[in-house]
């Protein structure tokens, strides 16, 4: 079952803006983790985020995670054309290999 | 770098058809992963392996095997393809031994079941 949702469905922002996604989810998690998907492409591993961690920066993303309240954030700042994609979160759950995401939220960057 | 291939990007079948999917990772992972993606529902697992020979469910299991034979192949069969098994494949592998795996995944069979 998904353990992610993330939120908005969808982001419209001009080229240079920020862009701000959240994920929530439902149970304590080891850590969080951000993909990208380019439009029609397999996912690609953007950041980790690790369950005693609170931010974490990584060029133009920062992601900040609460654990009190099963949330998390990933803000791209300066915003290109080439970030236009679907952002994905997904969250490892106790001694498990396996990854549940959520419903991504889809980005576009107008130029 | 590492590299996952999917056997076909677009595949075309019919109701009915055994449907093979082929993914080969070569970076030596241990875990390897089917999922399924749908508009408005994320990626759900449809089936993983940890091993050779070895497979566990995922979420969505039914009306699907899996088979893995050598460590770096792992393969996604459709036993008999409905209407309603239309999606896009993703395959992905990770190592194992670490809680902070991430995984890397293969470019995606978009499959049409006519």
């Known amino acids: 079952s998904q353990q992610g949702e993330e939120d908005p469905q969808a982001l419209s922002i001009q080229e240079g803006e920020n862009a701000t996604m959240n994920c929530s989810y439902k149970?304590?998690?080891?850590?969080l983790q951000w993909y990208r998907q380019n439009s029609g492409r397999g996912l690609v591993h953007l950041i980790l985020?690790?369950?005693?961690?609170r931010e974490k920066h990584s060029g133009r993303l920062r992601v900040t995670l609460d654990t009190s309240k099963k949330s998390s954030s990933l803000l791209i700042t300066a915003s290109r054309a080439a970030d236009t994609a679907s952002y994905f979160c997904?969250?490892?759950?106790?001694?498990?290999?396996?990854?549940?995401f959520g419903a991504g939220t889809t980005v576009t960057v107008r130029a | 770098d590492v590299k996952v291939t999917q056997s076909s990007r677009y595949l075309v079948k019919r109701t009915g058809e055994k449907v093979f999917l082929e993914c080969v990772q070569d970076?030596?992972?241990?875990?390897m992963f089917w999922y399924r993606q749908d508009p408005g529902l994320g990626l759900r697992l449809i089936y993983f392996?940890?091993?050779?020979?070895?497979?566990e469910k995922g979420d969505i299991p039914e009306g699907y095997s899996v088979s893995r034979e050598k460590k770096e192949r792992f393969s996604l069969i459709l036993e008999s393809a409905s209407t309603n098994q239309t999606s896009m494949y993703l395959c992905?592998?990770?190592?194992?031994?670490?809680?902070?795996?991430?995984?890397?995944f293969g470019p995606g069979t978009r499959l049409l079941v006519l």
């Open positions: 997904a969250t490892v759950v106790g001694n498990d290999y396996k990854l549940s």
């Open positions: 992905a592998s990770s190592l194992r031994g670490q809680l902070e795996e991430t995984q890397y």
């Open positions: 970076m030596d992972h241990e875990n």
């Open positions: 985020i690790r369950s005693n961690e």
């Open positions: 149970t304590s998690i080891n850590n």
């Open positions: 392996s940890y091993d050779v020979k070895m497979k």
